[in-house]
């Protein structure tokens, strides 16, 4: 529904900026754009493997292995995990486009796991 209304907008003789302008003022709201790549909250959960939902939990969780990793648990389905590493450039990256109370929650469980894995 948003892009067929944002579709409406569009026209051959607006620039991008013009565009963006008459969308915000129509109620959308644009991600802005992080150097020249525009990444949003959700693309960055969707490019990780994690849905565009509240996160209920993120704890460190040790897997059959004896690995530990982070464990995103949600209202909806089965938790999800991802390593210490990935979730460490996930939070970077969630610090650099603003989310920094999602990104401190990620450090928090990366630095328990780290704790946990050396006893």
């Known amino acids: 529904m948003a892009s067929a209304r944002a579709w409406l907008f569009a026209d051959k003789g607006r620039t ?3 565009t963006r ?3 915000r003022r129509s109620g ?3 991600p802005e754009p992080v150097g020249a790549v525009m990444l949003t909250l959700s693309a960055l959960l969707l490019e990780n493997g994690l849905p565009n939902l509240p996160v209920l939990l993120i704890e460190p969780h040790r897997n ?3 690995v530990w990793r982070i464990k995103f648990s949600y209202e ?3 938790p999800l995990s991802m390593s210490a590493d990935q979730a460490s450039t996930m939070a970077a990256v969630l610090h ?6 999602l990104a401190d929650e990620i450090d928090g469980a990366i ?3 780290v704790r946990y894995a050396s006893m």
């Open 96 to 101: 650099e486009i603003g989310e920094a109370e």
């Open 16 to 18: 991008v900026f013009e």
């Open 76 to 78: 909806t389905g089965e």
């Open 64 to 66: 059959p292995g004896g």
């Open 21 to 23: 302008i008459m969308l």
């Open 28 to 30: 959308f709201s644009l």
């Open 111 to 113: 630095k328990s796991a």
